[in-house]
């Protein structure tokens, strides 16, 4: 079964969260519901992002890698290529992830 590593951003404020789930439609739902403590205060939030992997260590390595500063700079300009619209259907060609459309 996929892993995700996705992306989403807050309507509220327009900060970014990253997180790996093998069903992001469902995660995206617990996270809009209030589900998710952190997240709570910060809906609603909309898929700006999502790349499949194989193994779930594959998506938690991505996620990661975000985290970092060269990682959150290169996520930034690849989200702000592609607007508030919608998941992305490019990814970061440097990475071993496929992106997927939504």
Known sequence: MPYYFYVLRSKKDGDLYKGVAEDVERRLAQHNAGKTRSLKHR?????????????????????????TPAGGKELRKLVATIGLSGASAVGSPARAGRPVSG
Do not use: F
């Not at 809906?43 to 985290?67: I, M």
């Open 43 to 67: 809906t609603p939030l909309v898929l700006v992002h999502v790349e499949e992997y194989a193994t779930r260590e594959e998506a938690l390595a991505r996620e990661q890698w975000s985290k």
